[in-house]
């Protein structure tokens, strides 16, 4: 199983090397600039130490509040959006996210909300939601693309290729890396370079063209640690241990799964570890010891179904009836197998496809749209241009009240689900 990766942040610039001196800008800096440096901070710490993560943002928020800094609590949220996601804690994510939405909106940083919208996006892909992610990422797009946010820009078509070879779409999939490797390049952003690397070296494993596929792969795993990033490093040495299993080199596949479940378990990544995981006992079960093979594809479907990956429940379940088929109980076996069928059929479906290649057709038709009424607009009249000012202004009113009552019912179920589980 590949891990893909999504691309979530809206900081520009390469991560690690730039801790130090913020960590020196931070000792001095006041207000403002000192929030910003601590959502720096958080935002750097992502794959490293993902409870500093959570430390950072929260002082970043508790300095903000103080002096009214609403970009400060809107881009901490981003950050705490992203710790409650590794950890698997995905109401919490989707609450934080949200939050950060409105703060963004309220300030009119469409770059801002573009990022709101890529978090929610990533947690409706992890559930396996991919026709809600699909929407989420293209509002994402349409924003980064009205604000000229490249980085934005690169890391949604980063995200939307990631759901089109989910769906099997190599071909489309490879247009939207490429897209977003070149973005990347462009602008200096080695860490997303890295990532549209890997993501494009996926393609190339998928297809079973190993060598490119190796190639890719050992580009961005020099980038990624050249730079520090523990978690794209992990990332790479685990798809690098696909190419060797494919290869039946079982135990060198083995030594890069092992190595990147250490990482994972040190970031505390959910996600990455019920795919690392489902890797290592598919591993186990190729070398026939089924035992082995059966511990770590149950601590899978654990992972996965606390979280409802439904991708990784999928591979679970079918590692899980594989094995249990081989140890000869065949009662179980079948168990595994009708779940299997299950989840399977309703993640990977005709219906699914043609829902996805719908939305985005409807995005790409109103785009063109878009730009029509644009030139329209740059040939009317004062006071067209005026009343068309006004019906903006409204539009962006009512999106304003609509993001407030979403924020607002999300504060209102986290209550009732904490009393809930406090009583």
């Known amino acids: 199983m590949l ?45 490293i130490d993902i409870e500093l993560v959570l430390v950072y943002a929260d002082s970043a928020i508790a300095l903000s509040k103080k002096i009214g800094y609403v ?3 809107g881009n901490a949220y981003l950050n705490k959006g992203h710790y409650f996601k590794v950890i698997g804690n995905h109401n919490a994510a989707k609450a934080c996210y949200v939050w950060a939405g409105i703060q963004h909106n309220h300030i009119g940083s469409k770059k801002g909300v573009s990022a709101a919208f890529n978090g929610i996006a990533s947690l409706a892909y992890l559930k396996g939601n991919l026709t809600i992610a699909l929407t989420y990422f293209l509002k994402s797009l349409a924003l980064s693309e009205e604000v000229n946010d490249q980085k934005g820009v690169g890391m949604t078509l980063n995200n939307i290729g990631v759901i089109n070879l989910e769906q099997g779409n190599s071909a489309k999939a490879l247009k939207y890396y490429q897209k977003a490797y070149d973005t990347f390049k462009q602008i200096g952003d080695e860490n997303n370079v890295a990532d549209a690397l890997n993501n494009i070296g996926n393609i190339y494993n998928t297809r079973g063209e190993n060598d490119e596929a190796l190639n890719y792969y050992k580009q961005a795993l020099a980038i990624n640690t050249k730079i520090g990033d523990l978690k794209d ?8 241990g696909i190419i060797h299993f494919d290869r039946k080199q079982y135990k060198e596949a083995l030594s890069c ?38 511990k770590y ?24 009836y594989k094995i249990t088929d ?5 009662k179980e076996a079948l168990s595994y197998y009708k779940l299997y069928k299950t989840y399977s059929d309703s993640l990977f479906n005709q219906e699914t496809k043609a829902q ?5 057709k409807q995005y790409e038709t109103q785009k063109a749209e878009n730009e029509r009424l644009l030139k329209t607009l740059q040939t009317t009249t ?14 962006e009113s009512i999106q304003v009240v609509a993001l407030v009552l979403i924020g607002f019912i999300v504060v209102v179920y986290l209550v009732f689900f904490i009393a809930r589980n406090n009583s």
Do not use: W
């Open 3 to 47: 891990l893909l990766v999504i691309a979530l942040g809206y900081h520009v610039g390469s991560a690690k090397p730039a801790i130090d001196s913020l960590l020196t800008v931070a000792q001095t800096a006041k207000d403002t600039m000192l929030i910003d440096a601590l959502n720096q901070l958080a935002y750097e710490y992502k794959s």
């Open 71 to 73: 970009k400060g609590i």
């Open 233 to 240: 490093e992990s990332v790479i040495i685990n798809n690098i």
């Open 257 to 294: 799964y092992l190595q990147s479940l250490n990482i994972d378990e040190k970031l505390k990544d959910q996600q990455a570890l019920s795919v690392t995981c489902n890797n290592i006992s598919n591993c186990y079960f190729h070398m026939k010891m089924l035992y082995a093979a059966k």
């Open 297 to 320: 594809a149950d601590r899978a479907f654990e992972i996965s179904s606390v979280q409802q990956y439904k991708s990784d429940i999928v591979t679970s379940l079918n590692m899980l």
């Open 326 to 330: 081989a140890l000869g109980d065949y």
């Open 356 to 360: 996805l290649e719908t939305i985005e």
């Open 382 to 395: 004062p006071n067209q241009q005026a009343s068309a000012t006004v019906q903006q202004e409204m539009k």
